[in-house]
Nanobody, 124 residues
């Protein structure tokens, strides 16, 4: 049974930082591309970032480039999202996702497994 468990969300002031973690189990983590998505109230789920199994291929949404960084620790089966210079527009539920493919794709439909999400709220 595949499980993806996010943690690290919370309330932060604009300009602050948060680090999200996603612990994976039940899948060969080092063979999976991992991604982060987010969904704000009343909006569709959107791509934030993804990293290939090796970590050598990454992609970021334009809205987070230069502020967010994805990384992974394969021996710990964990992927991280470092979020700096947070803005109120970053407020959303953040989801971790996994896909059994080699490329860091941005489509929601490309991902096979999803976590339950962690709330990030950025106050102005």
């Amino acid at each position: 049974q595949v499980q993806l468990v996010e943690s690290g969300g919370g309330l932060v002031q604009a300009g602050g930082s948060l680090r999200l973690s996603c612990a994976a189990s039940g899948l060969p983590f080092s063979s999976y591309t991992m991604g982060w998505f987010r969904q704000a109230p009343g909006k569709e789920r959107e791509f934030v970032t993804a990293t290939s199994w090796s970590g050598r291929s990454t992609d970021y949404a334009d809205s987070v480039k230069g502020r967010f960084t994805i990384s992974r620790d394969n021996p710990k089966n964990t992927v991280y999202l470092q979020m700096n210079s947070l803005k109120p527009d970053d407020t959303a539920v953040y989801y971790c996702a996994a896909r059994g493919g080699a490329y860091a794709l941005s489509s929601v439909s490309a991902y096979d497994y999803w976590g339950q999400g962690t709330q990030v709220t950025v106050s102005s």
